[in-house]
């Protein structure tokens, strides 16, 4: 099959899965993960209706950049504070916030360029010792304090990334988990403009439809549409 067929395949069994949890398919933002895939393959999927794309590396981003097509880039791996500048001005979204020093650094870097940048905090639910994100307890706490000292980003939501599994199933009990963290998080009362939490990004390949019927707004699929990856 073809970046297009594949993407389009992608596509349809997230639509029916939303479907079938009685959503309505437009509430759900598919990411095509790209990482290890060169421009030509990005642009493929483009062609094939792709509006958002992710990469976990801000090499990868600064190496493709100039050669895609116009579309919408997400950071979605961990990030270190001493390359946010470097992104700042190329991605809509950073997924991966797990500590105030990294919201710190990039508040400083949207002041300068004169915009707020779109953040996710990373909840690490099974609390990995080999992943990032941070545990569900210290969720409300971070909330608090970006809000509180930074006015350059706003804080959109929760990404989760659950421990590897065997099988689709597996994932669930930590869909749900982050689920029900997201909805708490929006009774808190923490200023608008700063903290409007409207997507939850769960999901990859191997489980995005358990996330959807679990409340995902944002897949993330690397894999499924682009083939395997050969790490270099
Ligand atoms: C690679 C990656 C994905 C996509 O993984 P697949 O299993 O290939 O779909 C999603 N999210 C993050 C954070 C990733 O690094």
Redesign the pocket.
């Known amino acids: 099959m073809s970046i297009s067929e594949r993407y389009a395949e992608v596509k349809k069994r997230a639509d029916e899965a939303a479907k079938r949890s009685g959503r309505n398919p437009e509430d759900i933002k598919l990411?095509a993960?790209t990482?290890t895939h060169p421009a030509s393959e990005i642009n493929e999927a483009i062609d094939a209706g792709a509006t958002d794309i992710?990469e976990?590396r801000v090499q990868e981003v600064l190496e493709k950049y100039e050669d895609v097509k116009p579309v919408k880039w997400h950071l979605?791996?961990h990030l270190q504070t001493n390359k946010v500048r470097q992104i700042i001005d190329k991605v809509v979204m950073i997924?991966?916030v797990d500590s105030l020093k990294l919201a710190h650094e990039i508040d400083k870097r949207a002041k300068a360029h004169g915009i707020v940048m779109d953040i996710l905090i990373e909840i690490n639910s099974a609390m990995e010792e080999t992943k990032s994100g941070i545990s569900a307890d210290d969720l409300k706490q971070l909330c608090e304090e970006i809000t509180a000292q930074c006015d350059s980003v706003r804080i959109c939501g929760l990404?989760c990334?659950p421990p590897m599994a065997a099988e689709p199933e597996d994932a669930r009990p930590y869909f749900k988990e982050a689920a029900a963290l997201f909805s708490e998080m929006k009774s808190w009362d923490l200023p608008k403009d700063r903290f409007n939490p409207t997507e939850l990004s769960m999901g990859?390949?191997?489980d995005?439809e358990v996330a959807i019927e679990e409340g995902s707004t944002i897949v993330?699929?690397?894999?499924?549409?682009?083939g395997p990856?050969n790490y270099r």
């Open positions: 990411i993960v990482k992710g976990n979605i791996g997924h991966s990404m990334i990859m390949s191997g995005f993330r699929v690397g894999s499924s549409i682009f990856r």
